[in-house]
């Protein structure tokens, strides 16, 4: 997954999100169908919509950060944290949604034919993705947080190197903090 955002977005992601998708992919799919964790220990699933949840939140302040960067705005730092719980809330959805229709079409039994299911594991994606908002909020209020940081710097694949005055990412654009006049 890592490779094919890094193309889509033509920024390298930072090391740490790489192994973050590679236990993702791990955990899911291996650990949890392969091996079978999920029959072993049911809150197996809940951790996994959990790591999901922190996942897409991060990837949606990448996205964020990299069109900052690319457009030159001065994005307000709430809009960091709205968008990670919402891209968050929404894939969660957007997943349930696709286990039902899974189960009524074809058969499968994702959903264990329960509501609780269903509802613990949006929540469960929605806390991880509320676990990255918070961290951005605390970041663009002026407390360090190398986690977000690390995900607004530039990585960008470019052409021809920024130039100091044209490419406005040294301060506040970067990373949509408000910068002093």
């Known amino acids: 997954m890592p ?11 930072p090391r740490w999100l790489h192994g973050c998708y590679a236990g993702f992919l791990l955990a899911g799919p291996f650990a949890g169908g392969r091996l079978g964790l999920y029959g072993v220990w049911g809150h197996w699933d809940k951790v996994v919509h959990f790591f999901s949840g922190l996942l897409v939140g991060c990837t ?3 996205a ?19 968008a990670a719980l919402v891209c968050g809330g929404f ?19 994702a959903q264990n034919a329960s509501l ?26 002026g407390h360090q947080c190398p986690a977000v940081a690390s995900l607004l710097r530039d990585r960008d ?19 949509g903090k408000q910068g002093k006049p």
Not at 157 to 165: I, K, L, N, S
Request: aromatic letters at 6%; glycine letters at 10%.
């Open 3 to 13: 490779p094919v955002l890094e193309l889509a977005f033509a920024t390298r992601l």
């Open 60 to 62: 949606a302040i990448l």
């Open 64 to 82: 964020l950060g990299i069109v900052g960067r690319r457009k030159c705005l001065a994005l307000p730092g709430f809009l960091f944290t709205a």
């Open 91 to 109: 894939v969660a959805a957007v997943w349930e949604i696709a286990e039902y229709t899974s189960d009524h079409l074809v058969g499968t039994h």
């Open 116 to 141: 609780e299911d269903t509802m613990t594991d949006i929540i469960c994606g929605v806390v991880g993705a509320a676990i990255v908002a918070i961290l951005a909020g605390v970041h663009h209020r």
């Open 157 to 175: 694949f470019t052409a021809e190197p920024a130039r100091q005055g044209h490419h406005h990412h040294a301060g506040s654009e970067a990373t």
